[in-house]
């Protein structure tokens, strides 16, 4: 299966219980599998494919073909990628809980670091797997955010107690309010990015300002830079300014 297909590929009805309750009886939860790497994609999808109660309906190669898939399908939940190519897991997920609350996400990666963990939980993620999950430990998860539950695996669990023991757990800074309506189809969080470009931070000091990735920082900016039209940092500033995305310091008298 190639990424962005929308072809069923749901397993027979086997033992266990389904996932979810439609008006004939249970149904099979429907799932879209995002992930940027076709081999690991692709396996998944087949891994989906012979458990029990879990129904594939489509999978991405990114970040906005999944925000698509589920528009497309209305999918009960969608096995989330953290690093992928034009729209990152983060961002997709915080686009889909937006959009379309009715569908969860878990998260499904190789990362379980606080820079990984964390935003995606802040944008929307109801449950985190990494790939080393079996497929009890999927279906388990998908059965818990389905019913309103937290679907994390026990290396994440552990990981979030030993924070909360230590009481490290903080959201980052707010960078200066984007105003409501964004210009050239901004999302808030690229306009948050721009602001702190336009206070000068490099894309390592963002990264640490909003406890994410240099390259999810280099996706946002790359994405913000098609939308407006910029071509370097400083016409990024000046667009900032001039749309009230962050404000001009104030230049003292001599």
Same mark, same amino acid.
């Given at each position: 299966m190639t990424g962005g297909t929308s072809d069923g590929v749901g397993g027979p009805d086997g033992p266990g219980r389904a996932l979810g309750e439609g008006s004939a009886g249970p149904r099979a939860a429907r799932v879209v599998v995002a992930d940027d790497q076709t081999v690991v994609r692709e &396996?998944?999808?087949?891994?989906?494919?012979?458990?029990? !109660?879990?129904?594939?309906?489509? =999978?991405?190669?990114?970040g906005l073909e999944a925000v698509r898939l589920v528009a497309e399908h209305a999918p009960d939940v969608v096995l989330m990628d953290l690093r992928m190519p034009r729209c990152d897991g983060v961002e997709a997920t915080r686009r889909i809980r937006a959009e379309y609350p009715g569908t969860q996400v878990v998260i499904? $990666? %190789?990362?379980?670091?606080?820079? =990984?963990?964390?935003?995606?939980?802040?944008a929307g993620a109801r449950g985190y797997l990494t790939k080393d999950a079996g497929g009890e430990e999927i279906v388990r998860a998908v059965a818990h955010v389905m019913s309103g539950e937290a679907g994390l695996s026990p290396k994440v669990q552990l990981r979030l107690l030993e924070r909360l023991s230590t009481g490290v757990v903080q959201?980052?800074? %707010?960078? #200066? !309010? #984007? #105003?409501?309506?964004?210009?050239?189809?901004?999302?808030?969080?690229?306009?948050? *990015?721009? =602001?702190?470009?336009?206070? &000068?931070? =490099?894309?390592?000091?963002?990264?640490?300002?909003?406890?994410?990735? $240099?390259? %999810? *920082?280099?996706?946002?900016?790359?994405?913000l830079f098609a939308k407006t039209g910029v071509r370097d940092r400083a016409q990024a500033v000046r667009y900032a300014f001039r749309h009230g995305i962050a404000r001009p310091p104030e230049t003292s008298l001599p």
């Amino acid at each position: 299966m190639t990424g962005g297909t929308s072809d069923g590929v749901g397993g027979p009805d086997g033992p266990g219980r389904a996932l979810g309750e439609g008006s004939a009886g249970p149904r099979a939860a429907r799932v879209v599998v995002a992930d940027d790497q076709t081999v690991v994609r692709e &396996g998944i999808v087949i891994l989906l494919g012979l458990l029990p !109660g879990i129904e594939v309906v489509g =999978s991405a190669a990114d970040g906005l073909e999944a925000v698509r898939l589920v528009a497309e399908h209305a999918p009960d939940v969608v096995l989330m990628d953290l690093r992928m190519p034009r729209c990152d897991g983060v961002e997709a997920t915080r686009r889909i809980r937006a959009e379309y609350p009715g569908t969860q996400v878990v998260i499904l $990666t %190789t990362y379980a670091d606080d820079d =990984s963990l964390f935003p995606a939980l802040r944008a929307g993620a109801r449950g985190y797997l990494t790939k080393d999950a079996g497929g009890e430990e999927i279906v388990r998860a998908v059965a818990h955010v389905m019913s309103g539950e937290a679907g994390l695996s026990p290396k994440v669990q552990l990981r979030l107690l030993e924070r909360l023991s230590t009481g490290v757990v903080q959201r980052p800074p %707010t960078a #200066p !309010g #984007p #105003p409501r309506e964004l210009p050239d189809g901004l999302t808030a969080r690229e306009a948050e *990015v721009l =602001s702190l470009v336009a206070e &000068g931070l =490099s894309n390592g000091e963002i990264a640490r300002r909003l406890q994410v990735s $240099t390259a %999810t *920082v280099k996706t946002h900016i790359n994405n913000l830079f098609a939308k407006t039209g910029v071509r370097d940092r400083a016409q990024a500033v000046r667009y900032a300014f001039r749309h009230g995305i962050a404000r001009p310091p104030e230049t003292s008298l001599p």
